[in-house]
């Protein structure tokens, strides 16, 4: 079983939908959750990233940690056609070592 | 600031030639890392330094070597390529540490293919 593991898609929503992205894991010692956004052909990007338990927002984007379910999750508000990309959870237990999911291919057409 | 910066792009290779793929970056970063991307299986760790004179394996590590050149720079070797190896790498360095790790700052990528 993989230490992550991230649906692939691909998702297609019209613009202005609510988008939800989810990961599950196994290890319990993960202490911090990011989300990487990578647009074709392209390096990922950082996103957001939470400590531990709870929400954290940034703009149209909100992330969701929780840990007694081993789940966390990216909504994306009013999407558009440019957060058309694939997104990565990641996530690390106070070491150097980020794990990545395999990433959600998301479509936003208008 | 280039940021991470990856040499080369492209690169096609015969099955059995070998190649070194280089990555350098500007932000005075502690760790670097190198991944492999393929379809399906997301980014996979290959290895990676937590400081400059360290190296570890990652998640599938068979196959390849690296070198901590220096603080900047981060090689990864492939002694005698095969078709499985065909993949898009991507080097990434962050600040290290357990707060700084969060921080990931990716290259271009290389797309590498071996016939």
């Known amino acids: 079983q993989k230490e992550v593991e991230q649906d692939p898609g691909p998702l297609s929503v019209p613009e202005g939908a609510i988008v939800s992205l989810n990961c599950t894991y196994s290890n319990s010692a993960f202490q911090y959750f990011m989300w990487y956004r990578q647009y074709s052909r392209k390096g990922p990007e950082l996103l957001m990233y939470?400590?531990?338990?709870g929400n954290k927002e940034d703009g149209r984007f909100t992330a969701q940690v929780d840990k007694s379910s081993k789940y966390i999750s990216l909504f994306i508000r009013d999407s558009q056609p440019s957060d058309s990309a694939t997104y990565l959870c990641a996530m690390s237990y106070n070491t150097d070592k980020l794990i990545f999911g395999t990433g959600t291919r998301l479509q936003v057409f208008p | 600031n280039a940021g991470v910066t990856q040499t080369p792009k492209f690169q096609v290779l015969k099955t059995g030639q070998s190649m070194t793929l280089q990555c350098a970056q500007d932000?005075?970063?502690?760790?670097m890392y190198w991944y492999r991307q393929d379809p399906g299986m997301g980014l996979r760790l290959i290895y990676y330094s937590a400081s400059e004179g360290t190296t570890d394996k990652g998640e599938v590590p068979n196959g390849y070597n690296v070198s901590r050149l220096n603080k900047r720079e981060f090689s990864l070797r492939l002694e005698s390529a095969a078709p499985s190896q065909t993949s898009v790498y991507f080097c990434?360095?962050?600040?290290?540490?357990?707060?700084?790790?969060?921080?990931?700052?990716f290259g271009q990528g290389t797309r590498l293919t071996v016939v």
């Open positions: 932000m005075n970063h502690n760790s």
């Open positions: 939470t400590y531990s338990s």
């Open positions: 990434a360095s962050t600040p290290g540490g357990p707060v700084g790790v969060v921080r990931a700052f």
